[in-house]
Every structure is written in C-alpha cells, then in structure tokens.
C-alpha cells in the first residue's frame, strides 16, 4: 500500500520568517471554527422561540453542523494534497466567515440549517488543516510549545464560548453569534495569505470513494443515531439500524484503506502504540471537557436560576486557567516529555471531578468555581502533552491521516460520551424521580394561603423542589462516572513516553 507524498516541510521559510506568528495565524481559524461548536447551543432556546418551532426541531441547527464536519474530516488530507495546505486554509477561512454570514441573515429553521451545513464544511477542513501545518512550519525541537500556543483553540475557544455567546444572546442580538465570524475570518485570510508558507499541492492520487463512502456513512449513521438516541429511544428500530450500519461501515472502510493504491486515510497510523494510546486518552479528556461545559451551565440555569450570562461568567475563570496553562504546558512537554504532564494533569482532573459529585442546589458559586479552575488546570496541563506525543510519534509521511483522526476521535468521542451520559442522566432521573415522587401524596402538601389555590400553590412549590434535588442528584451520579473514567486513564497515561523529545512527527527519540 502506498500513500501521497506528504507536502514539503517548509523549514526554510519558516526559519527565515520565524514560525509563531504563522502559528497564530493559524491558532486564529482553528479558533474560530472551535468556538462555534459553543457559541451556538447557548442562542438556540432563542431562535427556537424565533422560528417558532419545537425543541427537537431545533436541534437539527447543532445536529446538520455535527454530522457534516463527521463527513468532511476525512476528505481534508486529500484535499490538502490536491490544493495545498495554505491555500486550502485561505479557502476555508473565508468560506466559513460566508457561511457565518448566511448563518446570521437566517430567515427560518429551513434557511438556518441549509446554511450550517455549508458553514459544517470548511469548519471541518480548518482544524486538520492547522494541525498539518503546524508540524510543518515549526522547528522540530518546539514542537510541544507551538502545541501548547495551538491548544488554545482546542480547549479554552469551547469554555469562552458559553460566556460571550450568553453576552451576545442577552444584551445585543442572537445573530451576532455568526457575524462576528466575518471580519475574524477576512482578517484571518489576508493574515495566512501574507504569513504562512508557501505549501503547493501534491500528487494526492486517486480520490479514494469507497473508502469516503464507508467512512462519511460510518460517522454519520453513528452521530446521528447519538443525537437522536434520547427522543427516538435506545432500543427503538431507527436507533438500532443506524448503530450497527455505522459499525458495519467502519468496519468496511478499515479493509478498503488496508487494500487501496491510494488511501483516503491510512490506517497504518494505529499501529503506532504511542499514537492510538494517546487517541484513547483524548477520548477521555474530550468527554470530560465537553460534559462539564454541557451540564454545569444547564445546573447554573435551571438548578441556580442564573442567566445564560451569568452562568457563562462563572465558566469564564477556567478559561482563564487554561489560556495561562496551555503554553506552559507545551514547554515542560519540550522538557521532559509527556508522562509527567498527562499523568499529573489527569490525576488532578480525576479528584476536582470527583469533589463535583458532591453539588447542590445551595452550592456557594465560589466553590463551583473553584472546582472547575482546578478542573481546568489539570485539562490544560495534560491535553497538549498527550495530544502532541501522540502526533510526533507517527512517521511525517502520515502526519495529516494522523491530524484527520486526532480531529473525528475529538469530535465523535464528545458526542458519544454526551450522549452515553445524558441516557444514564436521564434513567436516574426518572428514577429519583418516581422513588421521591411516591413519598409525597396530597394531604401532605403545604398550602400558601387559603382554600384549594392555597393547596395548589404549594404542590407546585414541593414538585419544583423535588425536579431539582432529582437533576441535581443525576448530575452528581454523572460528576462520579466522569472521575472514575479519567481516573482509569491515568493508568493509561503511564504508558506515555518520557524524556526530552529528539524529533517531531517523525519518531521523537524518547527514553521510557
């Protein structure tokens, strides 16, 4: 089995020019399509009272985007190789700030959906575009520190997102959402135009369409199947078919890779221990990451009775760790490695997480943000670290199949752990519901004021109570599941390798 030539290392452009403020042009798109994933699901109980429309209706805004960026990820190294990096990336840049812009001119549900879906493509071309180039343009011994710059966009853009779209929703236009994107995305362009090296396209050999055709069927009969689980049922015939053709699917794409001239990804990448390890951790990280920034806003709003501004601004503080943390951890992983950060991190993530076990409805908003700053700090100090050990340890030739399935593992293990979570929330509640629910019968309900409304009101009164210690008692069961997961990585993370890194996407020469 052969593969495309991977483009040329542009090591002399990027020395003569110096490689971080290319890195931050591209830190800036990879930003930008990440921070979307966020910003949106805070407008959406907004333009679901817009369009005047249901809320499982609604849901295909965030759904269309999900299932898109599953199809297209693949695609991106072949298009990579048949365009050129830079130039791709310009392209996507600016086709997304377009999409954006439709996005914010959306006159109906119909429109809005259409027009994620354009949006979906080049957002899903922008991270595995990035994270290619970076391994080209950045000398091979700073590495872990361009890492640490770039996981800006991987992990604090999604915790920043609650907090300015609550702002944007609350006190502007929900719209605002899409058309901030615009000039971000034109100034990003003429930036990667003028900055970033020349990348010309490759011999990308045939477009490999079985193996897309399996793949893009695989992700989508999987992530549409996750989406839809909770309304349509677990068991039910749609959920179950889409399951097993997604599993049948990526099935057929990893003997379709194995067999043709010219493979859409190359699966030999998971041959390479150090790689799939570390694929296996940030299925972990993404999980956590991504169920905390789900349920703990949903607490601070329906268990606190916040506002989706007020309970962004409590999410900002852990972005705020992560943003200091991220570099320094690229650094120390430049210094001696991946074990000790990813292990550190991870140990770190596991205890904060199991103290969340422990909120309630009365919880001081001080110690909430306490536990999620040092949530953060353990995020921040393990997902560059492992991430970029990872990556360098594939050879160069196979450096984007490697960013291409760093970036659906990223996306697919978030929604599958969300979704997993979410089935398991929802059976406690039922649950807790019904054993608290036997326990109260009428004549045991206060009565506020007199006669029968009296009654009335203090029924209402106890059922509101009780749905929230029931929400509250879910989440905590799910806070608990959450720690002991990332605790058993931790054990996972010992395998990591260890000692001053030699070399970058090619092997690192690391002493175990």
Known sequence: MTQAAAPARADAPAESRGWLLPLLVLVSGMFMSVLDTSIVNVAIPKMQSIFGVTADDIEWIATSYTLVLGVIVPASSWLANRVGMSRLYVIS??????????????????????????????????????????????????????????????????????????????????????????????????????????????????????????????????????????????TAYPTVILIVLGVVCLALFVVIENAVENPLLDVRVFRVWPYTNSLLLISVLSIGLFSVLFYIPVYLQQARGLGAFEAGLLLMPQALVMLVLMPVAGQIYDRIGARVPAVAGL??????????????AVTSQGEIVSLLCLRAFGTGLAMMPIMTGGISAVPPTIVSSASAFNNVVQRV????????????????????????????????????????????????????????????????????????????????ACFLRHGRSASAGGGPAMVD
Do not use: H
């Not at 086709?95 to 879906?117: E, K, N, P, Q, T």
């Not at 140990?347 to 309630?360: C, E, G």
């Not at 608290?436 to 007199?450: C, I, K, N, Q, Y």
């Open 93 to 234: 840049l600016l086709a997304f700030a377009g999409g954006s812009a439709l996005c914010g001119v959306a006159w109906d549900l119909d429109s809005m959906i259409a027009f994620r879906v354009l949006q979906a493509i080049p957002g899903g071309v922008l991270p595995v575009v990035s994270l290619s180039m970076l391994y080209q343009i950045v000398p091979k011994e700073r590495i872990g520190s361009a890492m640490g710059i770039y996981g800006l966009g991987v992990v604090v853009a999604p915790a920043v997102g609650p907090t300015l779209g609550g702002y944007l929703v609350e006190y502007v236009d929900w719209r605002l959402i899409f058309f901030i994107n615009v000039p971000v995305g034109v100034l990003g362009a003429i930036a990667a135009f003028l900055l970033l090296p020349a990348f010309t396209g490759q011999p990308a050999g045939r477009f490999d369409f079985l193996g897309f055709l399996t793949i893009a069927t695989g992700l989508s009969a999987l992530l549409l199947a996750l989406s839809e689980g909770q309304s349509w049922g677990w």
């Open 347 to 360: 140990s770190i993530m596991a205890v904060a997480t199991f103290m969340m076990r422990d909120l309630t």
């Open 413 to 492: 293990s978030a929604a599958l752990g969300l979704a997993a979570l979410t089935a398991f929330m929802t059976i406690q509640q039922a649950q807790l519901g019904a054993d608290r629910g036997g326990l109260m019968s009428s004549d045991r309900m206060p009565a506020l004021g007199g006669g029968q409304d009296g009654q009335v009101l203090g029924t209402m009164m106890v059922y509101r109570q009780t749905n929230t210690q029931v929400f509250v008692s879910a989440l905590d069961d799910v806070m608990l599941i959450t720690a002991i997961m990332t605790a058993g990585a931790v054990v996972l």
